[in-house]
C-alpha cells in the first residue's frame, strides 16, 4: 500500500525553537525536518498510512506541541524526482 507524503511548514514561537525540534524529532511519523530562513520556521516531511492517521499526527502530536503557533498542510499528489 503507498503511503501519503505530507509537507507540515510550521509557525513557531522563537523562544520555544529548540524544544519544538526535539520533540518534532521524537514523532514516528517524521521522515524530514529542516529549520528553514522565508515564512514558515520549520519545514517537515511526514508519512502516514491515510487521511485520518494524517489527521491524529497533527492534531495530537504537531498541534499539541508547545511553542507551535500554526502549521500549513499540503499532500504529495505525485512525486517527479526523489524518492517514490
Excluded at 511548514?9 to 525553537?17: A, D, H, L, R, T
Excluded at 494524517?54 to 506541541?65: M, P, S
Excluded at 508547545?66 to 498542510?73: C, E, H, I, N
Aim: charged fraction near 25%; aromatic fraction near 4%.
Amino acid at each position: 500500500m503507498t503511503r501519503l507524503l505530507v509537507f507540515v511548514e510550521i509557525f513557531v514561537e522563537q523562544p520555544e525553537m529548540d524544544n519544538v525540534v526535539a520533540a518534532l524529532s521524537g514523532l514516528e511519523n517524521m521522515v524530514h525536518l529542516y529549520e528553514v530562513t522565508g515564512e514558515f520556521d520549520i519545514v517537515t516531511l511526514i508519512s502516514t498510512e491515510d487521511t485520518d492517521e494524517l489527521r491524529k499526527v497533527l492534531e495530537k502530536g504537531i498541534l499539541k506541541i508547545k511553542g507551535v503557533r500554526s502549521t500549513v498542510t499540503s499532500i504529495v499528489l505525485k512525486a517527479h524526482k526523489g524518492p517514490k
